[in-house]
């Protein structure tokens, strides 16, 4: 039995919540392939990798273990990770990435105190208005997303269930790939509408 909502099995799934909570799943999951996989002038790693990263601030466990997992199956070397959270200026994440993470980082800990400085620090690392308004997109997504799995008791594990929505969850690394471009790949979680049978009650 979860602890935040009885009705759920324990522990319980993403499935399981929005299976008992449907309306919203849709257009949330909607927004998650415009945002994540649409083109964007950031890399589908460099969105999941900013997923990943909020998260972490966070300390949203789940989160952060699936959404790094689909970094990775996207490209991102598994040392970037290493510290990354406590320390950008010193993680081996690419330069032009440190202003962009920095800027989701402070907006994350501390969203009153963003200023034009901020915002300048990404520009002159030669980032356009619209990458930084994608990773502002992301980075509020996630802190909604971490809330969403805080609150309603969900533990780290893989982002999808198997086809068959029965035994354990497949790797979330299924989420990677399906594209020669970098800045776009297939929607990938509009489906889980359908994989985990959500039924939109109206």
Same mark, same amino acid.
């Given at each position: 039995?979860?602890?935040?909502?009885?009705?759920?099995?324990?522990?319980?799934?993403?499935?399981? /919540?929005?299976?008992?909570?449907?309306?919203?799943?849709?257009?949330? /999951?909607?927004?998650?392939?415009?945002?994540?996989?649409?083109?964007?002038?950031?890399?589908?790693?460099?969105?999941?990798?900013?997923?990943?990263?909020?998260?972490?601030?966070?300390?949203?466990?789940?989160?952060?273990?699936?959404?790094?997992?689909?970094?990775?199956?996207?490209?991102?070397?598994?040392?970037?990770?290493?510290?990354?959270?406590?320390?950008?200026?010193?993680?081996? /994440?690419?330069?032009?990435?440190?202003?962009?993470?920095?800027?989701?980082?402070?907006?994350?800990?501390?969203?009153?105190?963003?200023?034009?400085?901020?915002?300048?620090?990404?520009?002159?690392?030669?980032?356009?208005?619209?990458?930084?308004?994608?990773?502002?997109?992301?980075?509020?997504?996630?802190?909604?997303?971490?809330?969403?799995?805080?609150?309603?008791?969900?533990?780290?594990?893989?982002?999808?269930?198997?086809?068959?929505?029965?035994?354990?969850?497949?790797?979330?690394?299924?989420?990677?790939?399906?594209?020669?471009?970098?800045?776009?790949?297939?929607?990938?979680?509009?489906?889980?509408?359908?994989?985990?049978?959500?039924?939109?009650?109206?």
């Amino acid at each position: 039995m979860a602890d935040q909502f009885p009705s759920l099995p324990e522990p319980p799934t993403m499935a399981d /919540v929005f299976r008992a909570f449907p309306h919203t799943f849709r257009p949330l /999951v909607e927004y998650h392939d415009r945002l994540l996989r649409d083109d964007s002038p950031l890399t589908v790693a460099q969105r999941e990798l900013i997923a990943a990263y909020v998260s972490g601030v966070n300390s949203c466990a789940f989160c952060y273990g699936a959404h790094s997992a689909v970094a990775r199956a996207f490209g991102v070397e598994e040392e970037v990770f290493q510290n990354l959270v406590a320390d950008v200026d010193h993680s081996t /994440v690419e330069d032009k990435m440190k202003p962009l993470l920095k800027y989701v980082g402070k907006l994350t800990r501390t969203p009153s105190q963003m200023t034009a400085a901020d915002a300048k620090a990404v520009y002159d690392a030669g980032w356009s208005e619209q990458a930084l308004f994608d990773a502002i997109s992301v980075c509020a997504l996630f802190n909604f997303m971490n809330r969403i799995v805080e609150g309603t008791g969900l533990k780290p594990m893989a982002l999808v269930p198997p086809a068959d929505q029965g035994g354990s969850p497949r790797p979330a690394s299924g989420l990677g790939g399906g594209s020669s471009d970098a800045h776009q790949a297939p929607h990938q979680y509009t489906p889980l509408i359908e994989m985990w049978g959500i039924a939109d009650k109206t």
